[in-house]
């Protein structure tokens, strides 16, 4: 779908109009950071929303719009009945549960998804991948025999691995702390910039928008209802972390 040799980080277009029981869905915005925060609280839509854009999450209802396009090219449209699958859609999604494949090994965990390239090509990926997500010393572990930690550092190799244009991080840092998650962030935000790979992050800490200097989209109870710098938008949460910080 995409034509090869592509530059610059891939627009993304979104218009959703959703519902899944009483929950209803009403996001409409256009993406173009290279790093964008989905921040709200927990069952303000975050998770829907990253797994509509994954093509994971199929809403049974036909009532409201479903549209998503990247670089132009839609990847669900329900005017037209179009669903891409997840694998077509040049995507991938870490979510707080890193779901490795329990029979794999982490390096073949982490190739699973280049079948395309040849052995000596996919061996050097997969040192790259792990490498990045600061895994190299767990190669030959199986994932029961991972920290919840690890098994998130080998899931963000395993999505990075066949160079998607769109990253979908569904709150992956849980089970790591502050200071390992922000050397993490140091080297992921240097390598997806390098390689072109849009990123959007759901999570309720606002620090990981300040971080990341990160476009930042605020959704409650469904609804997005700002979208802009962290520093604008975050402006009342920023406030009452202060406020927490001086009453300590």
């Not at 929950?23 to 790093?35: G, I, P």
């Not at 009532?63 to 449209?77: A, S």
Request: glycine share 8%; proline share 4%.
């Amino acid at each position: 779908m995409w034509a090869a040799g592509l530059v610059g980080v891939a627009v993304l277009e979104i218009a959703l109009d959703s519902r899944r029981g009483s929950f209803h869905l009403q996001v409409e915005c256009r993406l173009a950071s290279d790093w964008t925060v989905i921040f709200g609280p927990s069952g303000s839509g975050k998770s829907t929303l990253l797994r509509l854009l994954a093509g994971l999450d199929r809403t049974a209802s036909n009532q409201g719009h479903r549209r998503i396009l990247l670089d132009g090219v839609p990847l669900t449209d329900s005017g037209q009945r179009l669903q891409l699958k997840p694998g077509r859609r040049h995507t991938a999604l870490v979510a707080q549960q890193p779901a490795l494949f329990p029979h794999l090994s982490v390096t073949a965990n982490v190739a699973y998804g280049l079948a395309g390239l040849d052995r000596t090509a996919r061996a050097a990926r997969v040192e790259e991948m792990l490498e990045l997500a600061g895994a190299a010393h767990l190669v030959n572990r199986r994932p029961r025999d991972l920290s919840g930690g690890e098994a998130q550092r080998v899931a963000i190799a395993r999505a990075l691995a066949p160079y998607p244009r769109l990253l979908l991080l569904d709150e992956p840092f849980s089970a790591l702390d502050g200071a390992a998650t922000d050397a993490l962030l140091e080297r992921l935000q240097l390598w997806l910039r390098v390689h072109h790979v849009q990123t959007v992050l759901a999570t309720h800490d606002a620090t990981d928008a300040f971080i990341t200097g990160a476009e930042v989209a605020l959704v409650r109870e469904g609804r997005l209802i700002a979208l802009g710098a962290a520093a604008q938008v975050l402006a009342p949460e920023r406030d009452r972390l202060a406020r927490r910080l001086g009453a300590v």
